[in-house]
């Protein structure tokens, strides 16, 4: 039988078997070969991938170059993250968002905030904050299914991830969506105030607006893979509202964080910049300001 090669996308791994969604819209189980330990890669969830087909079998050929990469959860080719936070058991966290917020940023995804449970009370002073940065920001209910719909249009045409900390209702938002997921959803732990994990491992679902969404589990953090100090020297541009005014500093040295002259800092106090926001950018900046070139991992590209 003659060798069928295609294209597709890995969206299941599990204990050496990778199933790949190939472009014509078959599921492929594949083993890969073994120069991929050889090689030192490792094929991620998220991966556009190559594989071939002999005798009814599948093999991974090749790993195509990504766009991003997380080392947890392990996922690859994010293009959206959707933050999630509730109203309460956990109630919103700014630095937890914009930390997060930055690290999307920094990663190369584009990220949109979400309020969850708009049924339990009024996220106009959040949603306010967000949308006077420029960032995409939605209050729902997947609960009641209030305002879920509005995120039909964010998960079309990409790869989407959703992040938050364990009771938010990332899967509960995700079968407001997409019934027919049927993700798993936890209690919330009423004595530790967040959910159980529900998830076991990463898997990518193909949704009906030409996309696909991640489930992950327990997702509720980024690391950066070693490069603390790279993330440090880009975390002014992870703070898209800082832009117009990093040029005006008096100093190309500048941090942000109390410098006189300091052109971010005056529009802090003109009310142009959110003070919480400038806030978890200092707090972010304390946590890395230690962080040393020959102390990173591999320089991001």
């Known amino acids: 039988m003659a060798m069928n090669s295609r294209n597709g996308i890995l969206v299941k791994a599990i204990s050496g078997f990778y199933y790949v969604r190939t472009d014509d819209g078959g599921t492929v189980e594949c083993k890969a070969r073994g120069n991929f330990r050889k090689s030192g890669i490792s094929p991620l969830v998220g991966d556009r991938v190559r594989i071939t087909e002999e005798n009814g079998k599948g093999v991974l050929e090749e790993v195509f170059p990504r766009k991003n990469c997380l080392v947890r959860p392990s996922v690859a080719n994010i293009d959206k993250l959707f933050i999630v936070s509730a109203f309460e058991t956990p109630a919103p966290d700014a630095l937890y968002i914009d930390r997060m917020t930055a690290l999307a940023i920094y990663h190369d995804m584009e990220p949109v905030i ?18 006077q940065v420029g960032l995409k920001t939605f209050a729902v209910s997947a609960q009641t299914g209030d305002g879920v719909s509005a995120l039909i249009p964010e998960l079309k045409n990409c790869v989407s991830a959703f992040t938050g900390n364990s009771g938010v209702g ?19 732990s009423e004595k530790l105030g967040r959910g159980r994990h529900t998830t076991r491992h990463v898997e990518l679902f193909r949704h009906s607006y030409d996309g696909y969404v991640a489930d992950t589990p327990g997702f509720s953090a980024i690391e950066t893979d070693g490069n603390d100090y790279h993330f440090k020297e880009c975390l002014s541009e992870c703070f898209p509202e800082f832009s117009s005014f990093i040029d005006r500093c008096r100093f190309s040295s500048c941090t942000h964080t109390c410098e006189k002259g300091c052109a971010v800092l005056q529009a802090v106090q003109q009310g142009r910049i959110p003070i919480s926001r400038h806030n978890s950018y200092c707090a972010i900046f304390e946590d890395l300001k230690d962080s040393q070139p020959w102390n990173t991992g591999k320089t991001k590209k």
């Open 170 to 188: 990332k899967s509960s938002i995700l079968n407001a969506l997409f019934p027919d997921l049927l993700l798993a959803t936890g209690s919330v």
């Open 114 to 131: 979400v309020f969850n449970k708009n049924d339990l009370g009024d996220f106009s002073d959040w949603c306010a904050v967000y949308q």
